[in-house]
């Protein structure tokens, strides 16, 4: 299924990852501290700059690939691989499709270099329903007066720009949504508290607060009452890297759950060769490489430049559900050395994992997009 640049690819970020990020992703976690030493180092090998041309100063490779090194990073640190994921496919993505030349060489050369965008999306009272956004964008002349908040959003307090949505019309009523890039030192732009989590710890996560931020139609990204569908659009690729993300703590939770079993014994014999923790293993090895399969069959359907909606909402429904369950299932299998805090990041991975089913759309609104889908293929047909 995958060609040898993908399988050289993977050897590439592993080794990295084994060196850079393996041996201080327990100390992130514990410390919740945001990972700053990482930016240039995962800069410097493109993965900053994954869906950026190399006319900004990126290292662009396909869907596939980019699925693969979220995979591999989150393999052994969720919190980086959050940090990775949104950075690339919900703060470059919408600049990369959306921006102008102008927009574009002003912000992706730096985020290329390992600075921090940021999209802001989610409110209060606007979570899975985006479309009741109620930051406010409002003409006076010829700028933008923009009022409102955004909450958990990744990367908030190291982003140097955020792509926000606001509601561009006067009407209560009518729902139009425009998207701006909000620059940091934009007076009225502040940061929030820091969220303390359960999970995901070592990524930033805070409240954005817009208090009459005044721009100008240059900070407009693309045209007025595109933003609704800008998000969209932008959410079905982040779907893929969510998906992968959550590929990366199951395959990490496997990890933990098969070196467990071959290294422990009882009676002289390793306790995977029981059959109950066996079949356990074939299971979550199963899983695994189901959803693994619906990740990249969704990043070539993207590569393909085909309809992928459906295929990106089915593969982070999966991926995310079986990550729950294999982080669940590692933790019983090493019992209480995986209940503890330990050369086995079992309860870490488990902490982790809970954030696939809920960010970029709930496991919930998954199922409405792909029923919705099934239902409209059927009338057309």
Same mark, same amino acid.
């Given at each position: 299924? *995958?060609? !040898?640049?993908?399988? /050289? ?37 493109? *993965?900053?700059?994954?869906?950026? =041309? ?7 490779? #396909? ?5 693969i090194a979220v995979e591999e990073v989150s393999r052994? @640190? ?22 102008? +030349?102008?927009?574009?060489?002003? &912000? ?20 899975? #329903? ?11 002349? +010829? ?27 006067? +009407? ?6 425009? @998207? ?19 999970? *995901? ?17 240059? =900070?407009? *990204?693309? $045209? ?5 569908? %800008? ?19 199951? %395959?990490?939770?496997?990890? @933990?759950?098969?070196? &467990? ?40 359907? $993207? ?53 696939? /089913? ?7 609104? %998954? ?8 239902? !409209? =293929?059927?009338?057309?047909?």
């Amino acid at each position: 299924m *995958l060609e !040898k640049k993908h399988h /050289e690819y993977r050897e590439r970020i592993q080794a990295f990852v084994k060196e850079q990020i393996a041996p201080r992703a327990a100390q992130i976690d514990l410390e919740q501290r945001f990972p700053v030493e990482y930016l240039k180092p995962m800069a410097d090998i493109g *993965l900053m700059s994954m869906l950026i =041309s190399e006319e900004y100063g990126g290292q662009p490779i #396909d869907t596939v690939s980019y699925s693969i090194a979220v995979e591999e990073v989150s393999r052994v @640190c969720g919190s980086t691989g959050i940090t990775l994921a949104a950075h690339n496919s919900l703060g470059c993505f919408p600049v990369v499709a959306f921006g102008d +030349d102008k927009q574009k060489k002003r &912000y992706l050369p730096r985020a290329a270099a390992g600075e921090m965008l940021a999209f802001g999306l989610t409110e209060p009272e606007a979570g899975s #329903d985006a479309g009741g956004t109620k930051t406010t964008a409002e003409r006076k002349g +010829d700028k933008w007066v923009i009022n409102g908040s955004k909450c958990f959003i990744t990367n908030a307090s190291y982003a140097i720009a955020t792509v926000g949505t606001a509601k561009t019309s006067d +009407d209560p009523k009518d729902p139009t949504i425009s @998207c701006f890039i909000l620059d940091k030192e934009m007076e009225g732009y502040s940061v929030g508290k820091k969220e303390n989590k359960l999970g *995901l710890r070592g990524s930033d996560t805070a409240t954005l607060h817009f208090d009459d931020v005044t721009v100008g139609d240059e =900070s407009l *990204l693309g $045209k007025v009452g595109e933003g609704f569908k %800008q998000m969209l659009i932008t959410l079905d690729g982040g779907r893929i890297s969510i998906g992968a993300m959550a590929l990366g703590l199951a %395959q990490g939770a496997l990890d @933990c759950a098969l070196k &467990y079993a071959a290294v422990t014994k009882q009676n002289g014999k390793p306790i995977g060769f029981r059959q109950a923790i066996g079949f356990e293993l074939a299971t979550m090895a199963t899983e695994i490489e189901a959803a693994r399969l619906l990740i990249y069959e969704a990043s070539m359907m $993207k590569d393909a430049k085909v309809p992928f909606s459906r295929m990106s909402a089915m593969a982070k429904l999966y991926a995310s559900e079986v990550a729950t369950r294999s982080a669940a299932k590692a933790i019983e299998l090493l019992g209480e050395v995986g209940y503890y805090t330990g050369p086995y990041p079992a309860e870490r991975i488990w902490r982790d994992v809970k954030l696939c /089913e809920i960010g970029e759309g709930t496991s919930e609104i %998954q199922r409405l997009v792909i029923s919705r889908d099934l239902l !409209k =293929s059927v009338k057309e047909a």
